[in-house]
């Protein structure tokens, strides 16, 4: 394969301008200069590449400093659409991304093919040898009960060419995507039925304008969809522009912002409600933008009609008058003003709505891809590798029956719940999956997913470590992290609101041990399967060659420079395209749109904004499950990708000022008013039970930083089925019994527990 010889290709320096360029960006590494020997030994030996950080996938741009062909050292780029705050600007990376050089190197990702056999045992395998048996396992169940049969979990692919080669190559229709299911479905997809495109653009605000944000349900200074985002809600502020925070967590953000409302878990619909009847009673809305853009207005003022501040405030445990004064100040922003959410307003079961109620402030207001507001991000079209070639794909997929998409009792418009597979293969709806680079045993209904993965026939996964799926496996194909590949992306979102840009590197170094791209294991299990010829790259350089073609550059160019700036393009797209809705208009209520209407229906909701109470759909909290548990992450881990590494560990437990325990896991937060009737003091480990009476144990961090009554497990992707080699700490969806939001089929993540002192979890 083409991988050969990548180091050479890169651009040498000399050392003296290597190191220069290190200590330009205030980054000099004491691996280049300190060790590097004799000026004439070094300018031989060391090189820089680029690279795009993907442990949490948003591409920050890397400078790569290389000894003999050996990683060293990671800076950023400036100026990168991702990594920085815009033009002139140095680029950073995050803990996270300064830990892939550890991740290339670490000792315990999964480092050759290996076979389950017939004993049960892995064996080491060659390459040659786990392709044939997936190719052969994969080839018989399509035989022998119809590709449809198979579940395709595409994760965190770069290409597409998985997704591809098993839908419309292998057949199957039954498709596991997330954000949707997993991720936000409560909020992302209430977002495209409003008229709001599930991405970027309902997630993060035009920063470079805004003078007014709100951080609802979501940590942006922790959790950065790129570090661009942090750096400008900062900048933002230095700015003057007002940062408030709903959660119920006390968050970096929160601890950041002007105005912090500690609101009542899954009572934001209700806030929201609130905030429309303050703006519509002070006719505060944009009138203009209302008449002529949005659908429903009447429905939606009647909706909120009683919703006062004082009802709210009741309901969320906030003061009136703070609800007031942040309605009244967000209007009178707007439309310079913005909010951004993802999980917080997603991951619950009665979220829906909650969505429905937040997102309806946008319209009303009008801030919408108007300067300072929500901004309709644009990313250049890149070409489509296949087409480029005129390979017509056979899309052997369509027309297929999704058995699992028509399931009687889950009322969900999206397709493929996460939640409803384990029952799907106990029904023998399905009986094998292939993963690339996904782990949904930390996401939820766990217990019933294990014996899912169990009972299937079949299951192939690409990874680079040993998760609750790759060890349940029966061939598991390791995979080369970020260095060792080359990527592509392009944007949208980032650091420049008003220019599509594109980001790209080539492989910085060789994959470790007997592991390779994901690319070339797909084309190379394509290859097995018979259908080479509709995979002809030699490389997935080649294949974003095609890629880049339609912006006229080549990997080669990118590579250089590490990114290019492309179009302009302006705000108030709607005023020409309309919004993507049935009336073209923004929706407030979403009766015009059949599928929505027959799931709202059977889940006795209405198609306007309403108020869903906790407890609707999920967990009520109460009686022997006082506590609200719920999850979330740090700076320091991205999902379940990296609890492997020990400097994101260390810098993780001294967070919480518990380095000197002998624990490595997640932690349960717990507010002093709630630990101490229980007898729980900060550092012990504790048990939570849950209402589906299983338990599991975690060490307790006593804070004041969670509002009384709620638990909060930081982060998820610990203990069982995690990464981590003694699986330490605690995977919380054990807990969960497979509750979803009715509409997105979405995962509910709120659990009413119990906690009590001692690690006695099951
Ligand atoms: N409990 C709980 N669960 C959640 C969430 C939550 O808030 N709480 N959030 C959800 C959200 S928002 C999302 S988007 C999903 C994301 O969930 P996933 O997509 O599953 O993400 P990860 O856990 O990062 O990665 C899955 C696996 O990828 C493997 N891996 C790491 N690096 C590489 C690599 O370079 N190549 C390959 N092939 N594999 C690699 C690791 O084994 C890891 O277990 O999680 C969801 N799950
Ligand atoms: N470091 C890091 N960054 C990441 C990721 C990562 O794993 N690690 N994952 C990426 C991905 S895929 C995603 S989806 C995003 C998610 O980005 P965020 O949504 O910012 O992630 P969370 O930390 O889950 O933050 C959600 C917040 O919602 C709050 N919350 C929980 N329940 C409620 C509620 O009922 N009401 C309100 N108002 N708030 C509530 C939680 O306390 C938490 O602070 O992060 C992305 N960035
Ligand atoms: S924000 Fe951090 S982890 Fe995410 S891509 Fe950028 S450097 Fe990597
Ligand atoms: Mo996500």
Known sequence: MSDDGRVSRRTFLKVGAA?????????????????????????????VAHGNCWDCHKLCGQRVTLRDGVAVDLTGVDDHPRGSAGPGTPGTLCPKGMSQVAKAYDPARIKRPMVRGDDGQFRAVSWDEALSVAAEKLGALAADHG???????????????????????????????????????????????????????????????????????????????????????????????????????????AQKSDVYLPIKPRTDGA?????????????????????????GFEQYRAAVADATPEWAAEI????????????????????????????????????????????????????????????????PALANA???????????????????????????????????????????????????YRNPLKDGNTRAWQAALEAMDVVVTIDAYWNGVSRRADVVLPEATQLEKSMVGAGGEGAYPTTTW???????????????????????????????????????????????????????????????LLDEYGYEKWKTAGFPTPTKKFQFVLDTIPPYVAA?????????????????FGDSVGGDYPLE??????????????????????????????????????????????????????????????????????????????????????????????VQPNEEGANTMLLDTGAAEPISGMVDRHLAVEVTAGGEGE
């Open 19 to 47: 190191s220069a360029a290190l200590v330009g960006t205030g980054m000099a590494g004491a691996s280049v200069t300190s060790t590097a020997g004799t000026a004439a030994q070094s300018a031989a030996s060391v090189t």
């Open 147 to 253: 590709p449809e049969k198979l579940l395709v979990v595409p994760g965190w692919e770069t290409s597409g060419i998985f997704e591809t080669l098993f839908t419309s190559v292998y057949g199957s229709p039954e498709v596991m995507h997330h954000p949707i299911p997993t991720c936000s479905g409560g909020f992302l997809l209430t977002a495209g039925l409003m008229g709001i495109k599930p991405g970027g653009q309902a997630r993060y605000p035009d920063y470079t304008n805004t003078d007014y944000i709100i951080a609802w349900g979501r940590n942006p200074l922790e959790t950065f969809g790129g570090q661009w985002e942090a750096k400008q809600i900062l900048d933002a502020k230095a700015r003057g522009a007002t940062l408030v925070t709903i959660d119920p967590v006390k968050t970096t953000t």
């Open 271 to 295: 806030l929201a409600m609130a905030m429309a009847n303050v703006i519509i009673e002070e006719e505060l809305y944009d009138e203009e933008f209302v008449e002529n853009y949005t659908y």
């Open 316 to 379: 969320t445990g906030l003061d009136a008058s703070d609800i007031r004064e942040v309605a009244v100040s967000f209007a009178k922003a707007a439309p310079r003003a913005g909010m951004t959410s993802w999980t917080g307003l997603g991951q619950y079961a009665e979220s829906h709505k909650a969505a429905q109620n937040m997102l309806a402030l946008q319209g009303l207001v009008g801030n919408i891809d108007r300067p300072g507001g929500m901004r309709f991000w644009k990313s």
């Open 386 to 436: 296949f087409k480029t070639r005129g390979i017509s794909l056979p899309e052997n997929h369509a027309g297929k029956p999704r058995v699992v998409s028509t399931y009687e009792n889950y009322t969900s418009m999206w397709p493929i719940s996460h939640q409803m597979i384990p029952e799907a293969v106990s029904q023998g709806d399905l009986r094998g999956a292939v993963f690339y």
């Open 502 to 564: 594109v980001t790209g590197s080539k492989a910085a170094i060789d994959p470790q041990w007997d592991t390779r791209s994901g690319f070339d294991i797909v084309t190379a299990l394509a290859r097995k399967m018979g259908h080479g010829d509709l995979f002809p790259w030699p490389s997935k350089d080649a294949f974003i060659d095609d890629m880049l073609s339609a912006v006229g550059l080549s990997l080669d160019e990118l590579d250089e420079s590490n990114f290019a």
């Open 600 to 616: 709202a229906s059977k889940a006795g909701l209405s198609p306007a904004p309403e108020w869903v109470p906790p407890g609707t």
């Open 629 to 722: 548990l719920i999850d979330v992450r740090t700076v320091f881990f991205s999902h379940g990708g990296d609890q492997t590494l020990q400097y994101l560990l260390d810098q993780f437990a001294h967070r919480y000022d518990l380095v000197g325990q002998d624990y490595r896991g997640n932690y349960l937060l717990v507010n002093p008013t709630d630990a101490t009737p229980r007898g729980v003091e900060n550092g012990d480990v504790v048990t939570v039970r849950a209402v589906a009476g299983a338990s599991v144990a975690l060490m307790a961090h006593v804070t004041e930083s969670v509002r009384p009554g709620v638990v909060v497990a930081t982060p998820y992707g610990f203990g069982e089925d995690s």
